[in-house]
């Protein structure tokens, strides 16, 4: 495994579904309907859900009346999505750096499941691939965290106690990456993986755009859609055309 591969083998431990379990459902269901009513877009609409995990988001959506498709690199989470499937919901196993084989109205990029490559040109890849899957006209909506945001309040310790397990989580910026090193002892063994999330600010992000032709039509800084402020917002979104 490269290290710049961590996400493939982290993703599909019953573990990172289990730190992450209590994840506040209340606020992705909240920015969903904020942004598709702000968009203004038709129930017609077929929306791709990259990176889509377990299908939380993807499910959510469809319950708004849109046909949605979602895509993500790790199997089991699909597996798992699979159950929801229905006439307007689909599940596959799809990797963000190969291109799509059809087309989209709306592509959504959300909870900063992006900047996981030591290379921009991977990046920028993955932003070519979501431009040539969307329709004319079509949106693409880009959820990361406010990188400065997190750099002024980092936590570089702390411990979660989650299904009896201890997680010991330590933070820091390096290289111009966000890393996040996770270690803890389950079914009888030592474990340790790092996540690792490029430092991508508003001008960082906004060249990525540029180079691939998106044109930016909104900056918003939380899922209420207050505008965004570099200092205070905890999310960077962005709308794209």
């Not at 989470?77 to 799809?94: G, P, W």
């Not at 909506?141 to 406010?146: I, P, Q, T, Y």
């Not at 390096?174 to 600010?201: C, M, P």
Request: glycine share 4%; with cysteine; hydrophobic share 35%.
């Amino acid at each position: 495994m490269t290290t710049k591969d961590w996400f493939t083998e982290w993703f599909n431990t019953p573990y990172y579904h289990i730190l992450y379990k209590n994840r506040n459902d209340h606020d992705a269901q909240l920015f969903m309907k904020n942004i598709t009513e702000f968009l203004a877009l038709p129930k017609s609409t077929h929306i791709l859900d990259l990176p889509c995990g377990k299908g939380r988001h993807s499910v959510f959506l469809n319950s708004l009346g849109y046909t949605v498709t979602g895509g993500d690199l790790s199997e089991k989470s699909i597996e798992f999505a699979k159950q929801f499937e229905n006439k307007t919901l689909s599940f596959k196993v799809h990797d963000m750096r190969k291109p799509f084989n059809k087309t989209y109205d709306s592509v959504f990029n959300l909870f900063t499941s992006f900047g996981y490559f030591e290379d921009d040109a991977e990046d920028i890849l993955i932003l070519k691939n979501i431009k040539n899957g969307l329709n004319k006209n079509g949106y693409f909506v880009f959820d990361f965290l406010n990188a400065k945001k997190v750099q002024a309040n980092l936590v570089t310790k702390e411990t979660k106690i989650v299904n009896n397990i201890t997680f010991h989580i330590q933070r820091e910026i390096t290289n111009g990456f966000i890393l996040k090193h996770i270690s803890f002892f389950a079914d009888g063994k030592n474990h340790s993986y790092t996540e690792r999330v490029k430092f991508l600010d508003l001008q960082k992000m906004t060249s990525y755009f540029n180079k691939v032709g998106f044109t930016i039509t909104n900056i918003f800084g939380d899922y209420y859609l207050n505008n965004f402020d570099s200092k205070n917002s905890n999310r960077l979104i962005l709308v794209a055309k």
